[in-house]
């Protein structure tokens, strides 16, 4: 591992998964399972294990998307895994599109956009809120994310870029629809996030009064099974709702 890399260190305390992102450096890492001497990282590869002074192993991984998901600095409620990859799914983003995207907040849904698009550009109307975004998605080491403080609602009309993709996770995104046309490429999508139907509503109408191709609105719900010697069976405790998803084509 070399210095500056970002590295997960995960240990197991009383049957429980504990885990840090730190980077490799000259310094001491310190957690309540003492301090680990940063710079014998520099002799181990990803799946070696290394001791803190008070003689807590942790295994060293590189970590993914999943990782950042449950350890970035959280600003707005990030859109969660089970959405994103709806979005992934019903758009086909790949490598040769570029993706703009509001608002930023945590900016999880643009780490995920950032390592399968070619480029992605996302709006975040709070500049503190930008800037905790940028750090999360240097250290999830993505070079082609374009963070720029501004509102979409404004910013959008004066855009001479074009993408193959849009996705929205504002209040207003209901205001933004009718722009969303002059900045699409042909055959482009429209996606919106948002937790409340009444907010839907707003957006499939201005939606409608665009017109665009093959709108649908969904929710996925996600149900997690509990395994046990008892007895198997869906667990007691989940996520319930999240939020709805329009997908527009034009
Ligand atoms: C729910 S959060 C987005 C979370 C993000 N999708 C993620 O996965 O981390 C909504 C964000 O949109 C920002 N926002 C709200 N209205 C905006 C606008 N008109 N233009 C740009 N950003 C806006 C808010 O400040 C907030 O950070």
Known sequence: MKTGEVVLLRTIHRRKVKEFITTVSSEGFHSEFGV????????????????????????????????????????????????????????????????????????ILCMYLGSIAEHVVSYEIREDFAEVARVNIQRAGLTNVDIRCGNIVEA??????????????????????????????????????????????????????????????IECIEREMSFSEKGSRPATIRVGHTGYITIARI
């Not at 002059?182 to 109408?205: M, N």
Request: proline share 5%; aromatic share 8%; no cysteine.
């Open 36 to 107: 680990i001497d940063m710079n014998e990282l520099l002799d181990k590869k990803a799946g070696d294990s290394i001791e803190s002074h008070m003689g807590q192993r942790f295994i060293v991984q590189y970590p993914r998307l999943p990782d950042f998901f449950r350890h970035a600095k959280r600003t707005g409620a990030p859109i969660i895994p089970k959405d994103i990859g709806m979005i992934l799914a019903y758009t086909g983003i790949n490598h040769r599109d570029t993706v703009l995207e509001a608002g930023t907040g945590t900016g």
């Open 156 to 217: 959008i009309q004066h855009l001479d870029e074009k993408f193959n993709v849009m996705i929205l996770d504002t209040q207003d995104a209901s205001a933004v629809v009718p722009y969303v046309r002059d900045v699409l490429a042909p055959g482009g999508f429209l996606v919106t996030y948002s937790p409340f139907i009444e907010q839907t509503g707003a957006i499939r109408k201005a939606i409608d009064e665009v017109g665009f191709f093959e709108v649908r609105t």
